[in-house]
Structures are given as structure tokens and as C-alpha cells.
């Protein structure tokens, strides 16, 4: 593909409510990470995969938040039971084979506000 | 928790001057890499650099590395109104090296 895209860009959710983020890396990219960027901050890690299995999820800040990929291309965030202090822009990047010397390519990111 | 620090948090100038932008980090990397992100958009890698590299050019983009320092500097050369957006440090430190660490930014503003 022409890059990483990421649906929604934009999401409201109420306080409570779950919500779902859709990241599609760039066709055969094996790597996929997911970041969390709140506002005036850089990105944080949240977690990785290679292919469909999630190697490293060290980020994700508490069980409420869900990341899957399961054939090993689109990827889903998902948040449950929203609190306002998840409002944050989420980031998707890919890379090639995730080694340390690939760039990873990010996504616009999807900005959710929690109300 | 965050690897990197930036330094300035903001810096403002008028195009055609250079603009330097420092990062400093804790602890051993594999590369350090600096994106570029423009308000409302992606962040757009620009440069990385090796462990074992001191210096890369790349266009009007000047990035040295000092590892005894655990310190990177960003130079942009003749800004440009374009460059007007937040620079971000990136170290991959993790054991499989992948994720990236990002700094706080710094926000740059280039004005006409």
C-alpha cells in the first residue's frame, strides 16, 4: 500500500464506553507497534507484533486495553471501559522485519477524546 | 517513561537561519533516529543514525552522535517555513531492539 492508514481519525467516546482503533500497515510489512501520544508528549510504546503473534506488550497501561493481529496485517487497539485519561492520539507504525536499523513508517494516528 | 530529552522545548527563528536541536538519552542504544511531526499529521522519519556513526548528512539535515555524551544534535541548515513542526529524538534500547523511545519534541517554528 501507499502507507500506514489508520480508521478512525477521530473518535469520541464517553467515558465507559469501549472503542476499537483499525491500523493497516503497508502491504507486507511484518512489524507492527502501536503507540500512545498524549498531548505536548512524544509517543509512547504501547505493542509489537511480528506477523499475528504480539511479541512484547510491555506498554499497554493496564487490561482494559487489547491490541490483535490476526492474520498478521490489519491490526486492532481495542479500549475497554474508557477513562478520560486514555484521550490521546494512538499511533501505528510498520517496518519491513523490525530489525533495529528499519525505519518504522507511522500512520496519521487516531486522535480519541474521552468525555 | 521516556528516554529522551530535548533541548530547547521550543525555538522560534526566521527562515534562512539554521536551527539546532539537541537530544540527550540514558542509556546504551542500538541507533538513534530523529522524526518529524506537522500538526495533524504522522511522524515522518528523517534521519537515523549507527552506534558506531558520528556524524550523517542528509539534504539541509546535519545529525551528529556522541555516545560518551549520550547526546544527538540536529542541525537544519537554511529553515524553511515547511520546517515549522515538533522534532523528535528515537533510540531503540530494548533487547530485540525494536520499539522506539521517544523524547518530549522539541517545537520549532520558522516564520517568513
Known amino acids: 500500500g501507499a502507507g500506514v492508514s489508520q480508521s478512525p481519525r477521530y473518535k469520541v467516546a464517553k467515558r465507559g464506553q469501549d472503542v476499537a482503533l483499525r491500523c493497516d500497515p503497508i502491504?507486507?510489512?511484518?512489524?507492527l507497534f502501536w503507540y500512545q501520544q498524549a498531548l505536548g508528549q512524544g509517543p509512547e510504546f504501547l505493542t509489537y507484533?511480528?506477523?499475528?503473534?504480539?511479541?512484547?506488550k510491555s506498554g499497554l497501561p493496564s487490561d482494559r486495553f487489547f491490541a490483535e493481529r490476526p492474520e498478521g496485517s490489519v491490526s486492532t487497539l481495542k479500549i475497554q471501559r474508557t477513562q478520560q485519561e486514555d484521550s490521546a492520539v494512538y499511533l501505528c507504525?510498520?517496518?519491513?522485519?523490525?530489525?533495529?536499523?528499519?525505519?518504522?513508517?507511522f500512520g496519521p494516528g487516531t486522535r480519541l477524546l474521552v468525555l | 517513561s521516556q528516554q529522551g530529552e530535548e533541548d530547547p522545548q521550543a525555538l522560534s527563528i526566521q527562515e534562512g537561519e539554521n536551527a539546532t536541536m539537541n537530544c540527550s538519552y540514558k542509556?546504551?542504544?542500538?541507533?538513534l533516529q530523529w522524526y518529524r511531526q506537522n500538526s495533524g499529521r504522522g511522524l515522518v522519519h528523517l534521519i537515523l543514525?549507527?552506534?558506531?556513526?558520528r556524524e550523517k548528512h542528509s539534504g539541509r539535515l546535519r545529525v551528529t552522535l556522541d555516545t560518551s555524551k549520550k547526546s544527538s544534535s540536529l542541525l537544519i541548515t537554511a529553515s524553511r517555513a515547511a520546517d515549522t513542526a515538533s522534532y523528535f529524538c528515537?533510540?531503540?534500547?530494548?533487547?530485540?531492539?525494536?520499539?522506539?523511545?521517544f523524547g518530549k519534541g522539541t517545537t520549532l517554528s520558522v516564520s517568513s
Open positions: 507504525a510498520s517496518s519491513s522485519n523490525g530489525l533495529p536499523q528499519e525505519t518504522q513508517y
Open positions: 502491504s507486507g510489512h511484518v512489524s
Open positions: 507484533f511480528q506477523n499475528e503473534a504480539q511479541l512484547d
Open positions: 542509556t546504551s542504544i542500538n541507533n
Open positions: 543514525i549507527r552506534s558506531n556513526e
Open positions: 528515537a533510540t531503540d534500547v530494548n533487547q530485540a531492539g525494536t520499539a522506539l523511545i
